[in-house]
């Protein structure tokens, strides 16, 4: 009996720092599970409302152009070189100068005025915060776009009509696109676009997450089932039960994680350091002359090895990794050293 009562209690003890560390690790590893969870859906719907942001951007951007060559006019040579503005840029649809209460004066595609559901009044479009766009859902037979006004004067108005691409929203992890919605809309509920493989498909338990804009009146939304979402990442959750054993193993594996994380932040830093952010110039013609009038400056990534990164690759990162303001300096800066050797 003496011989097998301290073996009894190395058992027990065992047992007993087993069921501890194994109790301990499960609350752990589900509680990181789900943070990781939170934090990347999270960090998917900012992805979303940013690209919204800057797609607004471009349309004001486009109507302060036209409006500085003094384009906000009906007569057919504005039409004309509108129409061509509108060709170069595949994000816009059309541009339509309207009247100070919202109302249609002319379309540079007349056209597209037929697909058109229906035209909200001044009263109901959203002002954005800080500017004097106006944001609103037009409504047309072939999917909603989102339309930007800019005043001109006190009488007219300019707006352009942005069609919501898809490629918008296809932004969720392969595991969860058949269970789950990527939603755009106004802060009034008037939704702009929506991703979703299976329409008719409901979500019974949905996850939402959800997130405003700051400068427009724009809300992005994320719903996926909460049943998928439970599955989803639960490959880390038994070696994650295992190294709850060994503290330092574990400490490892948080650390190595960690550090696979920052790898495309690095990245971009190694970029910066390199001067690899170059201007690409995308010239301006004057048709009726057929001289140059001025340049886009689009924003490239050209590695060392001589590949050619586009921007939807690297911007979005760039934002969310606060390196935004740097890339776009070097690119300003690169730009103006080319163009003073013109």
């Not at 486009?62 to 057919?76: I, K, Q």
């Not at 170059?278 to 013609?285: E, L, N």
């Amino acid at each position: 009996m003496k011989s097998t009562r301290p073996k009894f209690s190395l058992a027990a003890l065992v047992l007993a720092g087993t069921a501890a560390f194994g109790l301990a690790g499960h609350f752990a590893a589900t509680s990181f599970i789900h943070d990781q969870q939170v934090r990347h859906l999270d960090e998917l719907t900012e992805v979303v409302l940013r690209r919204s942001e800057f797609a607004v951007d471009f349309a004001a951007a486009n109507l302060d152009e036209l409006a500085g060559r003094g384009l906000a006019s009906c007569d057919p040579a504005s039409l004309q070189a509108i129409r061509l503005h509108v060709y170069q840029r595949a994000a816009v649809k059309d541009v339509r100068l309207v009247n100070a209460d919202g109302s249609v004066i002319c379309s540079a595609y007349s056209e597209t005025l037929e697909f058109d559901k229906g035209w909200v009044d001044r009263a109901d479009m959203l002002a954005s915060r800080g500017s004097k766009l106006m944001l609103f859902r037009v409504e047309q037979f072939g999917g909603d776009a989102l339309g930007v006004m800019r005043d001109i004067g006190n009488k007219k108005a300019l707006v352009a009509i942005l069609g919501i691409n898809s490629s918008l929203f296809d932004i969720m992890p392969a595991e969860l696109r058949a269970h789950g919605e990527v939603l755009l809309a106004l802060t009034s509920g008037a939704q702009l676009g929506k991703f979703m493989l299976d329409a008719d498909k409901a979500l019974p338990h949905p996850v939402v997450f959800e997130k405003s804009s700051a400068r427009y009146p724009l809300r992005t939304t994320i719903r996926i089932d909460r049943t998928v979402l439970s599955a989803w990442n639960g490959q880390a959750y038994w070696p994650a039960m295992a190294v709850s054993l060994a503290l330092g193993v574990l400490f490892g594996v948080l650390l190595s994680r960690t550090r696979r994380m920052e790898g495309p932040v690095a990245d971009l830093d190694r970029a910066l350091a390199c001067g690899e952010f170059r201007p690409y110039f995308q010239p301006i013609f004057d048709l009726s002359t057929r001289q140059i009038r001025g340049c886009e400056i689009l924003a490239r990534w050209l590695r060392e090895d001589g590949a050619v990164v586009p921007p939807m690759n690297f911007i979005p990162l760039a934002e969310s990794g606060g390196r935004i303001q740097s890339m776009t300096w070097q690119i300003l800066g690169r730009a103006l050293a080319e163009l003073q050797r013109i």
